[in-house]
């Protein structure tokens, strides 16, 4: 694989993508690249911010730029797995059952405030993200090559939420932050919502879909093929290992993590049009990828430290290979 190559397709996959999303995205740079290597990794994302901080625009927007089939699933304590999973169906006409496809049978499903769905409900999307497949009255269902699950959770409000089980957190590539935006990224969002006129409540609908399912699965094979030199994998490993002995975090790294901390550093590096890691990537991926898979300890909470600030903490305290 050809670095001029590898250029190429980052020109016309990951910045076509890039610059749809921020017509209508400002102010988040990390959120819109994180996605974008999700989205080149093949990774499912968990997007965790306050209301109005443009969660689900983020996702819908994504979608919109993807010629890719969307589904949007409104999560709900009453949402049952077959909400979301399909269900057979009794034809009285035919005497048969035909099954009938529930909106996980799509490329990209947006799930939206996620941790409002009951544990059962919660099980089912367990299965789908692991498995790429759904089970239905003993049947397993193959998903698309393409599905990709993208989260939104509130950080905020727990009422009537029901906390994600530390398997599920697992299977998210990454939890990407979403913050309040700069006072200039926030000024221009206002123009750009006072332009659309009556089209602001809808601002994902003027993102023109530039890429499609085909053009996804070549970026992500490109991926796989990108470089990892052994003394970037010892320095993966040294991170992950040391963080199950730092002193602030009751649950360190798994071995998943490590393996997905890769994956996301050779994305990262293929839309920079690179064909090998360096440790500048899996530092940059450190924080996304590893924040929702450590636990702190109760004295480190009270002393208000915070996942990303140990992983940082992490990230000074091992040396980086030349």
């Known amino acids: 694989m050809s670095e001029n190559k590898i250029s190429d397709d ?31 990794a093949g990774g499912h994302v968990l997007i965790e911010g306050v209301p109005g901080v443009a969660k689900t625009l983020l996702a819908r927007s994504l ?38 496809p529930g909106p996980l049978f799509s490329d990209i499903v947006l799930a939206d405030e996620i941790n409002r769905a009951p544990a059962k409900t919660q099980a089912a999307l367990l299965e789908a993200m692991q498995e790429h497949q759904v089970s239905i009255d003993g049947q397993s269902r193959a998903l698309s090559p393409c599905f990709t699950v993208v989260a939104t959770q509130n950080p905020i409000e727990y009422e009537g939420t029901y906390p994600l089980p530390e398997a599920q957190l697992d299977r998210f590539l990454m939890k990407i932050i979403v913050d ?8 221009a969002m206002l123009k750009t919502m006072q332009a659309l006129g009556d089209k602001a409540s809808q601002a994902h609908s003027i993102v023109r879909p530039v890429v499609g399912a085909e053009e996804i699965m070549n970026l992500r094979a490109a991926s796989h093929a990108v470089r990892v030199d052994d003394t970037v994998l010892e320095y993966t490993l040294r991170l992950i290992r040391q963080s199950r002995g730092f002193g602030s975090l009751t649950l360190g790294a798994s071995p998943r993590a ?56 992490l990230l000074a305290q091992v040396d980086v290979p030349r």
């Open 63 to 100: 979608a919109a730029a993807l010629r890719c089939r969307f589904s949007r699933i409104q999560f709900t304590p009453d949402l049952m797995p077959s909400d979301i999973t399909g269900v057979n169906v009794f034809e009285s006409a035919t005497q048969e059952f035909n099954f009938r």
């Open 258 to 313: 490590a393996i997905m901390l890769l994956q996301a550093a050779k994305a990262l590096a293929l839309l920079r049009s690179k064909d090998y890691v360096t440790p500048d990537e899996i530092q940059l991926m450190a924080l996304p990828v590893l924040r929702h898979r450590v636990r702190l300890t109760p004295e480190a909470e009270i002393e208000g430290l915070t996942p990303d600030a140990c992983i940082e903490s």
């Open 10 to 40: 980052v020109l016309n996959v990951g910045r076509a993508v890039q610059t749809e999303l921020q017509r209508v995205i400002h102010g988040q740079p990390t959120a819109i690249q994180s996605l974008l290597v999700a989205m080149t």
């Open 180 to 187: 309040y935006p700069g006072e200039e990224d926030e000024r």
